[in-house]
């Protein structure tokens, strides 16, 4: 077999593996669950495991494709420095397996696009969902019996409930299976179908412990603001489809014929591969003069559709209300689903989208995330429970990700994409295993932990150190967050090099770094340093079985290791060798003529990249030793310094005010509206049908009282009294004697001989 | 076919003026057998032309008429034997009572 068809199939296979589990684990346990109400012991264990194998030989595959991959295919490790494609645009396998519908030339299909994103995206969230599938076994060992709910009160007491074990499983076997689904489509559709398919995982779970009302809230908040998101999406999709007339990313083979995609078709070969709107995007009569606007501006449109699609799914400013609020769900969900894989599924289609994105758009897209960036950090300052830290956190890097591919960062964005779905579940998970020894989130009852559980607290010091980007920039070695992070920053010297006025595009990122230090050492010390502050916590706290710290050091290692540039394994090469053909040599707006978007290999630059390292390495170091300051010598008091910033603290705390805002703007008007809408249903639209109603039966009451009784009553009472009568009367002529009816008998002879001679002589 | 026509007036006068219920029973048969006596005669050879049949019809509908008295002559009796215990009496006039 010729790696055009492995790659494809062993992909494929391992994206339906955890359907498969679903599927078992869905009829299996919920059967038996109907019928008695608490499944075994033993069978949610099976159904665990199952899940976990699944996944796993899910990644053994993917892996297996992987070095395929690697083994045949030209890739230039890192070196070739982004010129103009000397091999031609980059090597894809797509076709499409299955048409679901065609409507006129509207042509919905399941089909795959495989490129080496592809391949390393299914590496990563195979793997990492591996790691957070095991470490679930063991965070999750109480839904195993019967539970008793603390947070939840019925009548005075707290709930008992069957555990769900299974069920948690289930969801995430569907959940990596529609993970997958993203990352291997080929056309936009079927990202979409899968698209709404994890988001109904994450609904799923997030409202997990469902009889909590905040649970349950959340889940519905991740689902609606989300489908904010979906409606702009699908206004891209039909500028998108409406203008080139197709979904799919590649060229689809058909017969001897082949079918052009989105991406070969708005950069074809002959306008040297950039971005030129199709005919589809002009009407006829505008093409003879100046055609090149409407065109572009609809192109512009579509791709700030596609965009907002994964402002929802990302988590991006002004639609980030709900990753903070999704950490209601188990911590192994906020790992894999909230901060790895589902949020960076919107990075993922912007990277996967690039080549369709104009520079307007991607001006949209930095500014997007250079603003999510921002206030996210800031807000992770004041939060004291350590998952609100951690998603903040998250929606903050996921800003970092798409203000580099706003600035033309591809390779930067995606690379940040995969470091951070590392060092950021590892995070995750340490919370969870913190968590687990003292049940609670809340920092501020922690404190001294490290003596207690030493693997969790240098883990997730580990982690800590990925996420600032920790390294030395002379010799130029450092943890995985190291690279990912200083090629940002790199990308955006460069940007603001070219252009003066966009230069905040610049100074965001090197601030959130300052921040970022900032916070996720805060959360380091106030958890794992200095005097425990709730003495009865501490005495109980304990390290996680092995099931669970297992997975912590092998992230940890990925969190070091990610970067590094071993042997054949390199993701910055392979990522170059997959950028989007026309896209690596940078571009100039039409519209905004001032915009220049910078070739990524000029950030490589050894002048750029001396100066970016030099910052980025400043800022991770300041705010290091400022969370020192605070929060482990305790040479500043924080509390004092928040009442001195007294109106920033309040803002900062109560989230720059997002949710109240939404609460006034949104929710407020919209249940105003239904309110009165309500109004006017109960007693206009009531009120006039109970008036008809009151006609109908008034109406009524007079044709029964006229009609029925006069008439049909009379009629039937009618024929029985006539009927009565008749036999009354005849009853008469029976009188008994038998004389007298022979006498009837024989004068009616005569009388009918009479006749009948009568009749013969009339004739 | 005059003694017939003789027989069913005697049968029918029988039958109307007799208050024993014996005597209204043999009118029955009378009027019955007058009425035989006319099917075989008008069934003769002489009186109309056979082409077509066996010129048996009045013959055979003379025994069924035979057979019908015979029954009509059981059931008869049984309902005078009923009625006899009934009323302790044959006389017909206190069939009245049975008038609805």
Known sequence: MSSASIIPNLLTLAWLLPLVAFAV?????????????????????????????????ATLLSFIALFVWLGTHEWTGGAHGGELHPNGPPRYYADDWYSLVEIGSLKLTLGYYVDALTVLMFAMVTFIATCVHVYALGYMHDELHEVTDHEVN??????????????????????????????????????????????????????????????????????????????????????????????????????????????SQLRNESNDFALVPTVGFVSPQEESADAKYPGYWLLTIAGIGIFCGCVGKSAQFPLHVWLPDAME???????????????????????????????????????????????????????????????????????????????????????????????????????????????????????????????????????????????????????????????????????AKLNGPHRV???????????????????????????????????????????????????????????????????TGLLESAQPIGTAVGAKGSLAAALTIPAESLSHAPAIKQQAGLWAFGAAALGVLLATVFYCWKVMNSSEVASTFRPIHRLLLSKWWFDELYDWVFVKPTLAIGLGIAWVDRRMIDGLIHFLARCAKWGAGIVGSIFDVRVIDGAVDGLAALTWGGAGELRKIQTGRLRQYVMFIVLGFLALTFAALGVAFAR | MVVGALLFTCGVVCMATKRNLLGVLMGVELVLNGANLNFIALGSPYLRSVEGSLGLDGQLIALFVIVLAAAEAAVALAIALNFYNNFQTIDIDHAESLSG
Request: glycine share 10%; net charge positive.
């Open chain 1, 25 to 57: 684990i869905c009829l299996g346990c919920s059967m038996v669950q109907r019928r008695q109400g608490q499944v075994p012991y033993e069978l949610q264990r099976r159904a665990g495991l199952l899940s976990v194998g699944a996944i796993g030989a």
């Open chain 1, 154 to 263: 019925v009548r005075g007491r707290h709930l008992h409930r069957p555990g769900r074990f299974h069920r948690f499983f289930q969801y995430l076997s569907l959940f990596s299976f529609s993970m997958l689904g993203i990352v291997i489509a080929g056309n936009l559709a079927m990202v979409f179908m899968f698209w709404e398919l994890v988001g109904i995982c994450s609904y799923f779970l997030i409202g997990f412990y469902i009889e909590r009302h905040s649970a349950s809230t959340a889940a519905n908040k991740a689902f609606i603001v989300n489908r904010v998101g979906d409606f702009g999406m699908l206004i891209g999709m039909m500028a998108l489809w409406a203008s080139v007339g197709t979904f799919s990313f590649g060229d689809i083979p058909q017969g001897d014929k082949v079918q052009p995609g989105l991406f």
């Open chain 1, 329 to 495: 769900g188990p911590t192994p969900v906020s790992a894999l689903v909230h901060s790895a894989t589902m949020v960076a599924a919107g990075v993922y289609l912007v990277g996967r989208f690039y080549p369709v994105f104009t520079p307007e758009a991607l001006l949209v897209i930095a500014y997007t995330g250079c603003i999510t960036l921002f206030i996210a950090a800031t807000i992770a300052l004041t939060a004291t429970d350590i998952k609100r830290v951690l998603a903040y956190s998250t929606v903050s890097q996921l800003g970092y990700m798409m203000l580099a591919l706003g600035i033309g960062g591809w390779v930067a964005g995606m690379f940040h994409l995969m470091t951070h779905a590392f060092f950021k579940s590892l995070l995750f998970l340490c919370s969870g295993s913190v968590i687990h020894a003292v049940h609670t989130n809340e920092l501020p009852l922690m404190g001294g932990l490290r003596k207690k559980m030493p693997i969790t607290a240098y883990t997730m010091l580990v982690g800590c150190l990925a996420i600032i980007g920790a390294g030395l920039p002379i010799a130029g070695i450092g943890l995985s967050g190291y690279y990912s992070k200083d090629a940002i920053i790199e990308q955006a010297l460069s940007f």
């Open chain 1, 505 to 571: 595009l610049l100074l965001a990122p090197v601030l959130g770094a300052v921040l970022t230090a900032f916070y996720m050492f805060r959360m380091w010390y106030l958890a794992f340093v200095g005097p425990p502050r709730d003495k009865h916590r501490y005495d109980h706290a304990h390290e996680s079985p092995r099931v669970m710290t297992v997975p912590l050091l092998v992230l940890a290692f990925m969190a070091i290791a990610a970067g590094w540039n071993v042997g054949p394994l390199c993701i």
